[in-house]
T-cell receptor, first 115, second 112 residues
Framework: DQQVKQNSPSLSVQEGRISILNCDYT??????FLWYKKYPAEGPTFLIS?????DKNEDGRFTVFLNKSAKHLSLHIVPSQPGDSAVYFC??????????????FGKGTHLIIQP | ETGVTQTPRHLVMGMTNKKSLKCEQH?????MYWYKQSAKKPLELMFV???????ENNSVPSRFSPECPNSSHLFLHLHTLQPEDSALYLC???????????FGSGTQLSVL
């Protein structure tokens, strides 16, 4: 049973527009959420995170929104740039539980930025 | 460069071979991980080491054997693998077990 779901395997967005990547989770014990970005032949790199005590966190062009009641988070990238083309993974953990389980990842969404 | 180095980058092995994957982190982190990424599946946690002690083993078959001799090094010993074990194996580290992970570039493993 997948606890972190990214239901869109791919997303195509025009350069300069907003990219919105979505993620849903089922485990109500998750209290720390992260987004990772992965280029081909490289490991995932950390992008942005949010704790469950917040509903928004912003870092430059990247903003993550968390809706705890809906168990949903989203990553907004604005404006989208060609270098943003990559696979984006949503991840979650139970930090308050010690976090020894590591992170639980979604399957990823392949974002394609079109010129 | 994330500070986590994995070798080899690519590995092809037969089902009767024994091989080892190596991971080294230069970040002073206390937790290290092995993840597996198969095609069209999420990243799957295999093993977690915190302060050199294994704290998690997600029902991984015994043909995968981890070793963490010190806080900077992590190995994954492979023995009599199956073709379905072909995947990208990623090592990661974090300052503590509940903090964000830094990943290596992975080892792309093909089992023939």
């Amino acid at each position: 049973d997948q606890q972190v779901k990214q239901n869109s395997p791919s997303l195509s967005v025009q350069e300069g527009r907003i990219s919105i990547l979505n993620c849903d989770y089922t485990n109500s014990m998750f209290d720390y959420f992260l987004w990772y970005k992965k280029y081909p032949a490289e490991g995932p790199t950390f992008l942005i995170s949010i704790s469950s005590i917040k509903d928004k966190n912003e870092d430059g062009r990247f903003t993550v929104f968390l809706n705890k009641s809906a168990k949903h988070l989203s990553l907004h990238i604005v404006p989208s740039q060609p270098g943003d083309s990559a696979v984006y993974f949503c991840a979650a953990s139970e930090r308050s539980g010690g976090g020894a389980d590591g992170l639980t990842f979604g399957k990823g969404t392949h974002l394609i930025i079109q010129p | 460069e994330t500070g986590v180095t994995q070798t080899p980058r690519h590995l092809v092995m037969g089902m009767t071979n024994k091989k080892s994957l190596k991971c080294e982190q230069h970040l002073g982190h206390n937790a290290m991980y092995w993840y597996k990424q198969s095609a069209k599946k999420p990243l799957e946690l295999m093993f977690v080491y915190s302060l050199e002690e294994r704290v998690e083993n997600n029902s991984v078959p015994s043909r995968f054997s981890p070793e963490c001799p010190n806080s900077s090094h992590l190995f994954l010993h492979l023995h009599t693998l199956q073709p379905e074990d072909s995947a990208l194996y990623l090592c990661a580290s974090s300052r503590r077990a509940d903090e964000k992970l830094f990943f290596g570039s992975g080892t792309q493993l093909s089992v023939l």
